[in-house]
């Protein structure tokens, strides 16, 4: 559903209205590509792509139980200052994920050997003259 525990938390400003009760306080995941491909395997119009992962990437929205954060839930009850809102939370994640990137320590060692890969390459393919 969401990558690791990444999550942003805020109020909506207006909220959705679930059991005759208003429901405002959410908390939002990061969403992956993972979230995209299975709301299109769905059968989410492109259209509804973005609403129908908001719905997956929602973990709290006040007290309305997580089995019913649902696309429906949303494109029923979402109005659009909420929705403009929960876009901004969106954001909020991914800095959050760049955020904790960057602290991440920097050994100053590549990934990947490819250097060092090429030039024995070279040295090995050179042709004989």
């Known amino acids: 559903m ?13 909220g959705i ?18 979230d995209e ?23 709290k929205i006040g007290d309305i139980p997580a089995e019913s954060i649902t696309y429906q839930l949303l494109c029923d009850n979402l109005v659009s200052e909420d929705y403009a809102y929960l876009r901004t939370l969106r954001d909020e994640v991914k800095k959050k994920l760049k ?10 060692t590549q990934s990947s050997g490819s250097d060092d890969t090429a030039s024995q390459k070279s040295k090995s393919d050179a042709p004989a003259l």
């Open 17 to 34: 209205l679930f059991d005759g009760k208003l429901h405002q306080d959410v908390e939002l995941g990061l969403a992956t590509v993972g």
């Open 99 to 108: 955020s904790m990137s960057s602290a991440l320590p920097n050994t100053g």
């Open 37 to 59: 491909i299975a709301v299109i395997e769905d059968g989410v119009s492109d259209a509804g792509v973005p609403i129908a992962v908001l719905a997956r990437t929602l973990t």
């Open 2 to 14: 969401m990558s690791g525990n990444i999550t942003c938390t805020g109020s909506l400003p207006v």
